[in-house]
């Protein structure tokens, strides 16, 4: 291993130090000189006809450039929808209009409805607070089965209804499935709500639209986890700026968890209203407006169906699930609750049958999209929620209800499409049991009851599909996208490296991890290898960073570039050593020719390919450069168990979690400090989703937790130090590194732990409680105690 | 107004509105661009800066409330010769962060911490950051990064 770190060694970040010394740059300390800011004026009403609008005074107000409204965008498209799901009966999801800005009506609270461009950016809220708009209110629907009903408003006139498709999956299974239950000797059914989130990234988005009279080239600066999305769904199919013509950066971003994939109208405007006044213009979202313009997450309503045979065998699944979509459909969110839900029910489990029927549902609320885990999570919370109650109803123990069920041979075809080509959850069950120390639960748990607290224990399973994924897969599966990923390395005269890497780093630590793989190929110091990402201008075309894929995908290209590089320069290295190109060995930073002494210096290599003296112009080019595009085979499967031991307080319902255990299989790992950072914020996630996040709209469509006072995000104080492993590896079989992704395991996992642990500490304190919705609050706790 | 206050270490100046917050002036104005803004409700402590000493949140002041005050922010907590001081280091060396946006105002509350309790507990540093919110870390490496700072040994807390 090189001397600071190739691959498998804890090395620390080197893009910490910019961070903590307050040097690092984000969108928001980006300033033009010149540059105008720009202020929303957003829908205070959920659902209404926008009958008039007085700019007039407004325009009057100091400072202010333009008031912007629809009228401006007429020639402007809409924001497009980056993924088709074709409903269960053939027909194509009906797909609404999106409007930059509110157009006739106004359908979520929050919605921008005119834009005001001022000196300042006081001065563009005065002036927007001056706005008169005049708004007919009509009816708001929240509730999604109650949006399905005939009587119920409709969020878009033009829509049949606001149903945006019924989805059926597997759908030549349905009848199979449903006579599977029928026949069961047991079935287990539970009804559940999977909560809605916010995702809340700590950096609230900013854009920043410039444009270059001289060059006609607009840039745009913005927290996007794709730049390169960004600039392909915003030049070609919003503002029609060929992709020659438009930049688009994303320099450090405070954060993602899926909110910053996707194409934002502030984004489009920012962009549109440079060229359009000659002025940069800038835009920084406030928390409160990100609570009504950052796409949620989750948002689900779920019935499952487990059966089983009479050895507790599991013979068929079947689920029914509506989905929230919001007022309208974000960049991939028709993705989220099919085929990144579907494909995953069946687990960790061989069930032979599996049905999942899916109602995506348009409401007037802000769209849901893609948030930590995205359908997984979702996928996750109710197959492990409904084996718990089926173990309670039978009296077996739930984990050895799960083993039995394991699947143990692989490659594995799902019944739901997907085809895990490895793992070993008996493995990580095992090593659970033992890091939990699930043998020393009924000590702790006499110990609480001294106390007086009722104290319990949760485990589950979770496998996800990530490393998203083949292209031409996803380009069946309705994708108007490629999922492939890019690398350019570039070997400097004198033996550095610059990686220019298609993925976006914001907070994965890739300027630390990307390195290590290249130093580890080449034998060098990894301090040799920078990482240029973010930016259009100087890096490949890519596809970004979610859906844990980084590493599986952009690391593969980078791999396979790094491989062109060394072949290119063991050619060189051949030729200055007059040796046979079959017989140079790369090691230790330096070319030998095998089983002579003969070596040459990586550095001397890099010279003679920038400075061609002696060098076989007449067979190679100079230089030494190389790209690569890796599109994957296969998703990448983590996988792993999951242990949550809660005390809950009797008197008040309060539920704190006193230990945290998660034994993961990500395959290779790469940096394992950075991975068990991702597992542990993960966790936090997940366990926020199950104790405290939930956003709440009346039926109005107000958004009632609209601000950290009143959307609970987890703290220091709610979280326990947690106890994570990754030494049960089952290399990825499909990818050069043999890595399968670790950043959404832990939201993924952790929900139905903490769920299960309070619900079995209620039992065990002799409540008859089968499930709780989350957030399991003190309130709701208390409730189910009182029966 | 004009406005003048020590900052880390500098006097420095620039103009102000009346309401003019002070993470305002501190990013726009002075152009000291680590201490970032993550909410609009006093929540998130991203802002987190020391005025005379004391750890407040910038967001929540006025930068006239601060005009004559001796400051310090995320940009002077290393050391004269540049390098990393041991808060920061340690939050280094122990991943205390991923992203980097929380990070200004989780060094500054994790120093004004130190300062009265130079050995916390556990307990007594997730209940200090009960202001600072963190979306990416799950709080465990700050924890163990403040811990380590403060001398104490966490080769026993789990990874």
């Known amino acids: 291993m090189p001397a600071d770190g190739g691959i498998g060694a804890a090395t620390i970040r080197r893009e910490d130090v910019r961070f903590l010394t307050g040097t690092g740059k984000y969108t928001d300390d980006i300033n033009i000189h010149g540059q105008a800011h720009v202020h929303f004026l957003r829908s205070e009403i959920a659902h209404g006809k926008i009958k008039g609008l007085d700019k007039a005074s407004a325009e009057q107000m100091p400072g202010v450039l333009k008031i912007f409204t629809s009228d401006d965008f007429a020639e402007v498209g809409g924001l497009p929808c980056g993924w088709q799901v074709t409903d269960r009966h053939g027909e194509a999801m009906q797909e609404p209009a999106h409007p930059i800005l509110a157009s006739g009506k106004v359908r979520h609270v929050g919605e921008p409805i005119a834009a005001v461009v001022a000196e300042s950016r006081e001065q563009a809220q005065d002036a927007a607070e001056a706005i008169s708009v005049d708004i007919e209110e009509l009816p708001a629907v929240v509730d999604m089965p109650g949006a399905l009903e005939d009587s119920a408003p409709k969020v878009h006139d033009d829509l049949t209804s606001n149903l945006c498709y019924d989805w059926g999956f597997v759908e030549e299974n349905r009848e199979a499935v449903d006579e599977a239950i029928r026949n069961a000797a047991h079935v287990t059914t539970l009804e559940l709500r999977n909560n809605r989130l916010v995702a809340n990234p700590m950096e609230p988005r900013v854009a920043v639209g410039d444009y270059t009279s001289a060059s006609g080239d607009s840039t745009l600066y913005t927290t996007s986890q794709n730049p390169h999305v960004i600039r392909l769904l915003m030049g070609a199919f919003v503002l029609g700026i060929p992709e020659h013509k438009l930049r688009v950066v994303a320099p450090d971003v405070g954060g993602g968890f899926g909110a910053k994939i996707f194409h934002y109208a502030e984004e489009a405007f920012c962009t549109f209203a440079a060229k359009n006044l000659g002025r940069a213009v800038k835009w920084t979202s406030t928390r409160s407006e990100a609570f009504m313009s950052d796409a949620h997450g989750r948002d689900h309503v779920t019935k499952i169906d487990l059966a089983l045979d009479a050895e507790n065998n599991f013979t068929a699944i079947r689920t029914e699930t509506h989905a929230n979509m919001g007022a309208y459909l974000s960049t991939f969110a028709p993705s989220v609750p099919t085929w990144l839900h579907g494909t995953l029910m069946a687990g960790n489990y061989k069930t032979p049958l599996v049905y999942v029927n899916v109602k995506a549902v348009f409401t007037n609320t802000v769209p849901v999209d893609a948030y930590r885990g995205a359908g997984r999570p979702e996928a996750t919370f109710q197959l492990e929620r409904v084996i718990d109650k089926a173990a309670r109803e039978l009296g077996a123990d739930p984990i050895a209800l799960r083993r039995q069920n394991f699947i143990t041979e692989f490659p594995y075809a799902t019944p739901v499409a997907l085809e895990y080509d490895t793992g070993n959850y008996v493995a990580t069950m095992d090593r659970l049991e033992d890091m939990a120390d699930l043998a020393g639960f009924e000590s702790r748990l006499a110990e609480s009851r001294e106390r007086g607290m009722l104290r319990g224990l949760g485990v589950n399973c979770y496998i996800e599909a990530c490393g998203i994924a083949p292209s031409s897969l996803v380009g069946q599966l309705g994708a108007r996208a490629g999922l492939y990923e890019s690398a350019t390395v570039r070997v400097n005269a004198t033996g550095g490296l610059v990686v220019m890497t298609g993925s976006h780093s914001h907070g994965q630590g890739h300027e630390t991890a990307f390195p290590q793989v290249v130093a580890d190929m080449l034998g060098i110091d990894a301090g040799m290898v920078e990482v240029v990402h973010g930016d259009t201008a100087n890096t490949p075309m890519g596809m970004g960073t979610y859906g844990s894929r980084s590493l599986a995908v952009g690391g593969s290209a980078l791999v396979r570039a790094t491989e062109k590089i060394i072949s290119k320069a063991k050619r060189i290295a051949a030729h200055l050593m007059e040796a046979s190109e079959a017989d140079i060995e790369l090691g230790g930073g330096q070319f030998s020719v095998a089983g002579t002494d003969k070596s040459v210096a990586w550095g001397d290599v890099c010279l003679a390919a920038y400075v061609p003296h002696n060098y076989p112009l007449e067979d190679l080019e100079p230089g030494l450069e190389e790209t690569a595009f890796y599109d994957p085979s296969n998703f990448t499967y983590p996988a792993g168990a999951y242990a949550c031991e809660v005390e809950v307080d009797p008197e008040t319902g309060k539920v704190s979690i006193e230990r945290f255990s998660a034994a993961d299989d990500f395959g290779n790992v790469v940096n394992p400090m950075i991975v068990e950072g991702q597992v542990h914020g993960g966790l936090a996630q997940g366990i926020g989703q199950a104790l405290l996040e939930d956003c709440v709209y009346d039926e109005n469509g107000q958004l009632l937790t609209g601000s950290y006072m009143d959307y609970a995000m987890p703290r220091a104080d709610d979280v326990p130090f947690y106890a994570v492993d990754h030494s049960c590896q089952t290399p990825c079989t499909h990818n050069p590194l043999g890595v399968k992704g670790c950043g959404e395991a832990g939201a993924i996992g952790s929900p139905p732990a903490v769920v299960n642990a309070v619900i079995d500490a209620l039992q065990r304190a002799g409540h008859d409680v089968e499930h709780i919705d989350m957030p399991v609050s003190p309130s709701r706790v208390w409730h189910a105690m009182q029966g | ?159």
């Open chain 2, 1 to 159: 107004m004009k406005i003048s206050m020590t900052v880390n270490g500098r006097e420095m100046s620039g103009e102000a509105e009346g309401r003019t917050l002070m993470s305002d002036f501190l990013r726009n104005t002075l152009k000291l661009t680590g201490t970032h803004v993550g909410c609009d409700t006093s929540q998130c402590g991203s802002c987190v800066i020391h005025v005379a000493d004391r750890a407040v949140k910038s967001c929540t002041m006025f930068a006239a409330e601060a005009d004559g005050a001796c400051v310090k922010t995320i940009e002077g907590m290393a050391n004269d010769d540049g390098s990393l001081g041991t808060i920061q280091q340690a939050f280094q060396d122990h991943h205390g962060l991923q992203c980097g946006f929380c990070t200004a105002g989780m060094v500054m509350s994790a120093d004004a911490l130190l300062k009265e309790n130079p050995s916390p507990s556990e307990s007594e540093i997730r209940d200090y950051l009960e202001g600072n919110i963190c979306r990416c870390t799950g709080y465990h490496n700050i924890v163990k990064a403040i811990m380590a700072a403060s001398g104490q040994d966490v080769e026993n807390i789990a990874a």
